[in-house]
Each structure stands twice: as structure tokens, then as C-alpha cells.
């Protein structure tokens, strides 16, 4: 079965600086998506980026990128310009792709990073 | 679009009682989803419904059963609560062709069992 690791129960920063959360995965599947959702006090879950395990590219989405490394199963999110509303619970979630036989099946979460931002 | 809609919001149960919680949502998609998350945990699959009429149990099945009503409604059920089902519940829902596999979530039920 897969598992997701999330090492860092806290990180803290300042405003404006950057952040790297840590994440790493054990699979046997050669195809799967990669996630970053953020949980902020609301409780609402959010997806912030996605990777595709075929993809070597980084993905990117505005101030949010990831530094995907295959081999070493690790999945690491960089916020850049952090600001007060980036404060939150931060998961990574794994899932089969359909080519793996995992056309539908849910996501498997790591246990969560709780981001501070200091202002 | 409300999305994905969950009722109740909170409940507190004692041991042994039963109920039901309640998902739905509005964007046509096929594929649906229960997980628990309890405190300093990711969310764990409880139960699936890749499909309308079809179930499978995840990582954390026991002491629950679903329905998938229709295609707009999936159900969870506590036939006998007990403490270790304290926890707050999210329903999920995605389609194959949602924009980066996006799985959208409900904004949760917080359930207390004393």
C-alpha cells in the first residue's frame, strides 16, 4: 500500500520570505498524481497545485511550485512571497492513475504541515 | 453551484445510536467519497463510489456502510456509534475530467460519540 510522509508537523515564516514543505512517498506504481492541498481554519479543503508522475516539469502555479523528485519519491512545495492568508494546514495526497488501475480511487494524505506566517 | 453540501454540520451521539450523514452535489460528477480526519491526521478513505451504483471500501471501512442513492447523493452510515468514530467527516466528488484531477471537497460534519 502507499504511504505519504509529511516530516515537518510545524513550519514557521516570515512574511514575505520563502517556504519549502517536505514530502515524501512510497509507491510501486509507476503511474500517479502528486497533490498539495492547504487546510485553513475553516476547514475547507483546497487544492493548491497537482503533479503528474509521467511529467519531469515542475509544476507551477503562481506563487506555488513543486520540486518533484522521481526517483527519490520526494514532492516538496515551495511558497514564495508568503502572506498572512498562506497560514493553514498544508497535506500531500497521492493517487493512482488510471493507468495503474486507480481510475476512481481516493486520495492517500500525509499527516499534515500546520504553516505559520509571521508577519 | 453550491458544490458539495454536507448535513448536518455537528452532532453529538452517545454510544451505540445510529445516523445517517448526508452528501451531495451538484456538478454531474460520477465518482464519490467519505473520509474521516482526526486530530494531528491526514484524511483517510473510509469508503468510494466510483460510479452510480457501485461501491468499494478504503482504508478505514469498518463500523460504517454507504449508499449511493443516485448520482447527485452519496451516504454514510453509523450503525452502532462508538467513541473512536469522533471525528470530522468530509464528502468528496470528482469526475475524470475535472481540471487537475481536482477531488472538491464539503466543508465537513464534526461528529462527537460520548
Redesign the interface.
Known amino acids: 500500500a502507499q504511504t505519504?510522509t509529511?516530516s515537518q508537523p510545524e513550519m514557521s515564516v516570515q512574511e514575505a520570505e520563502t517556504v519549502t514543505l517536505s514530502c515524501t512517498y512510497d509507491t510501486s506504481e509507476s503511474d500517479y498524481?502528486l497533490?498539495w492541498y492547504k487546510q485553513p481554519p475553516?476547514?475547507?479543503?483546497i487544492?493548491v497545485i497537482?503533479q503528474e508522475a509521467y511529467k519531469q516539469q515542475n509544476a507551477t502555479e503562481n506563487r506555488f511550485s513543486v520540486n518533484f523528485q522521481k526517483a527519490a519519491k520526494s514532492f516538496s512545495l515551495k511558497i514564495s512571497d508568503s502572506q498572512l492568508g498562506d497560514a493553514a494546514m498544508y497535506?500531500c495526497?497521492y493517487?493512482r492513475g488510471?493507468y495503474s488501475g486507480g481510475?476512481?480511487?481516493?486520495?492517500?494524505?500525509?499527516?499534515?504541515t500546520h504553516l505559520i506566517i509571521q508577519p | 453551484n453550491a458544490g458539495v453540501t454536507q448535513t448536518p454540520k455537528f452532532q453529538v451521539l452517545k454510544t451505540g445510536q445510529s445516523m445517517t450523514l448526508q452528501c451531495a452535489q451538484d456538478m454531474n460528477h460520477?465518482?464519490m467519497?467519505w473520509?474521516r480526519q482526526d486530530p494531528?491526521?491526514?484524511?483517510?478513505?473510509i469508503y468510494?463510489s466510483?460510479?452510480e451504483g457501485t461501491t468499494d471500501k478504503?482504508?478505514v471501512p469498518n463500523g460504517y456502510n454507504v449508499s449511493r442513492l443516485n448520482k447527485r447523493e452519496f451516504s454514510l452510515r453509523l450503525e452502532s456509534a462508538a467513541p473512536s468514530q469522533t471525528s470530522?467527516y468530509?464528502c468528496?466528488s470528482t469526475t475524470?475530467r475535472a481540471r487537475?484531477?481536482?477531488?472538491f471537497?464539503g466543508?465537513?460534519t464534526r461528529l462527537t460519540v460520548l
Open positions: 505519504v509529511q498524481y497533490f475553516s476547514r475547507q479543503m487544492l497537482r497535506f495526497a493517487r488510471m481510475g476512481a480511487d481516493g486520495l492517500t494524505f500525509g499527516k499534515g | 460520477n465518482s467519497y473520509y494531528g491526521m491526514g484524511l483517510r478513505l468510494y466510483a460510479s478504503g482504508e470530522v468530509f468528496a475524470r487537475r484531477d481536482e477531488q471537497f466543508p465537513g
